[in-house]
């Protein structure tokens, strides 16, 4: 059974990074898809940066320049470095990845104090 969890969350002020982590486990061959996602106050769940099995990226706009995502395949495990926080990304984040069919984390809180 294949189980996301996420760690890394928190309460930062303005202009403060973190890092995000999401650590796959019941994985035996490689992930199609890995990402972050957002689910801002009002606001569906959204695509912050993905990670396609080539190592190609992607960002939303709102976040390009400032957040990065990475992997460690060995680990089956996916960070998101958020640096240069705005309160505007204050929202719950999930990691996702697509491995035959679509994964969730159960969400981490990040808020961003101004």
Do not use: H
Not at 40 to 57: C, F, H, K, Y
Not at 96 to 108: D, S
Request: aromatic share 10%; charged share 25%; glycine share 14%.
């Amino acid at each position: 059974q294949v189980q996301l969890r996420e760690s890394g969350g928190g309460l930062v002020q303005a202009g403060d990074s973190l890092r995000l982590s999401c650590t796959a486990s019941g994985i035996t061959s490689r992930i199609d898809l890995m990402g972050w996602y957002r689910r801002l106050p009002g606001r569906q769940r959204d695509m912050v940066a993905t990670m396609r099995g080539d190592g190609g990226s992607d960002y939303d706009e709102s976040v390009k320049g400032r957040f990065t995502i990475s992997r460690d395949t060995v680990k089956n495990s996916w960070y998101l470095q958020m640096d240069r926080l705005k309160p505007e990304d204050t929202g719950v984040y999930y990691c996702g990845a697509l491995y035959g069919e679509v994964y969730w984390g159960q969400g981490t809180q990040v808020t961003v104090s101004s």
